[in-house]
């Protein structure tokens, strides 16, 4: 497991996180897990773990359960097989679901948008600081959107708004990541500005899950793998679970 | 001369300054809500939740007559009844929200009719459906006060969580009860406002307080904080205009207070500033994007 993504840069490389040991160091420790909806199942038998600060990409066809994975480590779905154990309580969690399942037309302003993720500390009434002000806009910067804080959300491009998003991640500040399709409907510049934001997130030990379509960004960028295809196929090093999710893609078409 | 026209009704006349006070207590109370609604696409569920009330009136009314507590608290508890039926049915089975809440509205609302004549006159049944806000007396005028008052400070205690569950749940979610807890307590005050509505209006018009001027305020301004207040503006507009028109023309009032706020609501849709008839027709380019400025690439 020590060895980083195929064709990773040498950063990337060194901070590939160690094997994961037993205890404190596992963020979710799964155990034939079978989750679904409605008493059908979607997804079964998934055992493995995700270590602290390990940084893994989540592939495999449509309808294969990636989706309902990331629902199930965030304690949305229970289990409805085998067990799911998770280090943090859910709040502890930072999660950027599907862009499609946030109102675009909302009116809201940009500042306004990203000060929600601060809710740990505001919750319902309390106000926004202007040292919590400056963050914001520190995290707008960070994403290259400085002095867009008065703007309507609504006026953000789809990539500007992703890019919202991911500073809204970044004042959250959690210690776990889990991201779905982040980079769908996002233009390139937005892709590798945001793509860098995860590797300094990775960088800082932060743990990040990432439900991606993109073979070569998870090749370049991931250094860990987890292939579901209604079933795990497999986890582990991203340049040993592409081939085979490749292979079996292949097969599927000749059949 | 013209000027005397807008204020001797209130200035000569007891019963016109109290619909007048109950109009405003019920515009303040009602109206800002109606923009929670709107932002979160439930503006039909405010009219089933309108008819959902009538079987607990008509309940309170075959057993007590025509008594405030009875009639209210019977409201009351069959909307409550309805949208947590209308949210079991929802959660539990294949029906999306709408569609459930109108399966418990069309047999509320039948129920309540049937309770209705099973006793009363057609008099009585007019009370119900259509209100008597020219005859409000103190008991309902307080009552009208006081949810206006819970409405408001309801509405700002949950302000962020309320937003939140319409921009973006799945975040809110995560954080926390919030979420269900501010739906659960806006249903509450929503009724409380249609029970408190219906006294004046009746059943049938009390949803427009709360509908037609948030649909209004939209057509003028973005943000939600100042929709809430234009809407209430509005709908205190709505009701004097409503209540002068029933006095110097001698039509029904609560119909007379709904015709005005719907006029106010055809005009924003025609002239309004954002997504109007007018602003769709003068927009410059496709999109009203300006540059976008600060983007570093």
């Known amino acids: ?255 | 001369m013209m000027a005397e026209l807008l204020w001797h009704p209130f200035v000569d006349y007891g019963f016109m300054r109290r619909a007048l006070a109950g109009c405003l207590a019920l515009s303040a109370g009602a109206a800002p809500l109606g923009t929670i609604l709107l932002l979160r696409r439930m503006s039909l569920v405010g009219d089933a939740m309108s008819h959902a009330i009538l079987p607990g009136a008509a309940l309170g009314y075959l057993l007590f007559g025509l008594s405030l507590p009875a009639m209210t608290i019977g409201g009351l508890a069959a909307g409550m009844v309805v949208a947590m039926l209308s949210g079991v049915v929802t959660r539990y089975t294949a029906l999306r929200e709408d569609a459930s809440f109108a399966g418990f509205y069309l047999i509320s609302l039948a129920l309540g009719v049937l309770l209705v004549s099973l006793r009363g006159s057609n008099v009585d049944l007019l009370h119900v459906l259509f209100g008597s806000v020219l005859a409000l007396d103190d008991p309902t005028l307080y009552l009208t006060a006081t949810i206006a008052s819970l409405s408001m400070l309801g509405l700002a205690l949950m302000y962020r969580p309320l937003l939140m569950e319409c921009l973006d749940p799945g975040f809110l979610r995560l954080q926390g009860r919030m979420g269900s807890i501010s739906h659960a307590l806006f249903m509450l005050l929503l009724v409380l406002n249609l029970v408190g509505g219906f006294h004046s209006l009746g059943t049938l018009m009390a949803v427009a307080l709360v509908v037609l001027p948030a649909a209004s305020a939209r057509f003028w301004l973005r943000g939600v904080g100042l929709q809430m207040a234009l809407s209430t503006g509005i709908a205190m507009a709505g009701s004097v205009l409503g209540l002068l028109l029933s006095y110097h023309a001698g039509i029904a009032a609560s119909a007379a207070i709904t015709l005005s706020l719907g006029g106010l609501y055809l005009l924003s849709l025609c002239l309004g500033r954002l997504g109007s008839v007018r602003a769709q027709r003068h927009r410059p380019g496709n999109d009203s994007v300006s540059e976008p400025m600060g983007v570093s690439e």
């Open chain 1, 1 to 255: 497991m020590g060895r980083g993504g195929m064709g990773g840069t040498t950063a990337m490389m060194q901070s590939v996180p160690p094997l994961p040991v037993p205890g404190c160091s596992v963020d979710f420790e799964l155990s034939n897990l079978g989750l679904g909806y409605g008493g059908r199942l979607a997804l079964r038998g998934v055992s493995g773990q995700f270590a602290a600060g390990s940084m893994t990409a989540i592939v495999g066809p449509n309808g294969g359960g990636k989706s309902t994975l990331l629902k199930g480590l965030l304690g949305l779905l229970a289990p409805m097989q085998g067990s799911l154990r998770c280090r943090y309580p859910r709040a502890a969690l930072g999660y950027l679901a599907q862009a499609c399942e946030v109102e675009r037309d909302f009116p809201i302003s940009v500042e306004d948008f990203v000060s929600l993720g601060l809710w740990a500390q505001t919750g319902a009434l309390g106000g926004v600081s202007d040292a919590q002000r400056a963050q914001i806009g520190a995290a707008l910067a960070t994403v290259g959107l400085q002095g867009w804080q008065p703007r309507w959300i609504a006026e953000l491009s789809g990539g500007q708004f992703q890019r919202m998003r991911f500073a809204r991640l970044w004042v959250q500040n959690p210690p776990v990541i889990l991201l779905d399709e982040p980079f769908t409907g996002v233009d390139e510049p937005s892709v590798d500005v945001l793509l860098q934001l995860l590797q300094q997130w990775h960088a800082r030990g932060r743990t990040v899950l990432a439900v991606l379509h993109d073979r070569e960004m998870v090749q370049r960028y991931f250094p860990q793998a987890l292939a579901l295809a209604g079933t795990q196929l497999a986890w582990g090093d991203t340049g040993d679970v592409l081939p085979g999710l490749a292979a079996r893609a292949a097969a599927r078409r000749r059949a």
